[in-house]
């Protein structure tokens, strides 16, 4: 199974970019899927989650802006991300685990520049 993460891009601030990661097959007994970023220098961050259930968590720095989705019958989760600032330039990994392991994306690059 691969986590094949998409959408990453060139914005300026203030704009918009949706990020997938797509299951290439069905990961049984899913908990939470999640989506991690890291920029230059500095450690892997939380950015947002979403349980199985639909609980939704969001780092202090995105709320308001990220927004988490997951489409269960297409295996993909979302990341919307809005109102982007030069701060959020990061390559984005998404996660996801279930009861016995965690299974990474190869991470997608954003970068938000003017």
């Known amino acids: 199974v691969q986590l094949q993460a998409s959408g990453g891009g060139l914005v300026q601030p203030g704009g918009s970019l949706r990020l997938s990661c797509l299951a290439t097959?069905?990961?049984?007994?899913?908990?939470?899927m999640a989506w991690y970023r890291q920029a230059p220098g500095k450690e892997r961050e939380s950015v947002a989650s979403?349980?199985?259930?639909?609980?939704?968590n969001y780092a202090d720095s995105v709320k308001g802006r990220f927004s988490i989705s997951r489409d269960i019958a297409k295996n993909t989760v979302y990341l919307q991300m809005n109102s982007l600032i030069l701060e959020d330039t990061a390559v984005y990994y998404c996660?996801?685990?279930?009861?016995?392991?965690?299974?990474w994306g190869q991470g997608t690059q954003v970068t938000v520049s003017s």
């Open positions: 996660k996801w685990t279930n009861n016995y392991r965690e299974y």
């Open positions: 097959r069905k990961i049984g007994g899913v908990r939470i």
């Open positions: 979403i349980t199985v259930g639909g609980h939704t």
